[in-house]
């Protein structure tokens, strides 16, 4: 299965709008980790349910991720993957000052020669991401950026492109159209 996980903080929201603005079903779980308080959530996934042809889901842990579904880590929740397959939720301490923490759910991803990974940090404050993006790429996976030039803050892309050799620095509407191409 393709596993994209998506993260994202301040200006993402606006950002992950656009990229899935009439966005077909694909054949891949994608997860988004965007920085939120839990009372947003329902409204930021009930927004991207209506603009894409995707599942979006909130899951409540236990959930075995499938293709044609978009997950949204639950505000002040991390979303950690067992297995690379199974949704665990957890309210361990923040990471990088966060809640969930995009590196908590890149990081628990592992090898399997059946998934194919993508990473991609979007706008955002601080450094979460970075590390998460660095443990994919040892993993093989394609490692995306949002150009900082056309970020809202660009600290968390400019952060991840400072350690790991990011494969592409792309604008959102090239993220949306490297999506569509992926299998």
Partial sequence: MHIIIIGSSTGGPRVLFDIF???PSIQAAIIIVQHMPLSTTPRFA???SQICQLDVIIPKGGEHIKPKSLYIAPGDTHLILRNNEEILLTSTEKVNFVRPAIDVTMLTLTPDSRNQYTGIILSGM??????????LKSLGATTVVQNPDSCTIKS?????IRICDVDKIINPIEIRSFLLNQK
């Fill in 156 to 160: 968390m892309p400019e952060a991840a």
């Fill in 46 to 48: 009930k927004r991207l």
């Fill in 21 to 23: 603005s009439d966005f």
């Fill in 126 to 135: 601080g450094c979460d991401g970075a590390e998460g993006l660095l443990h």
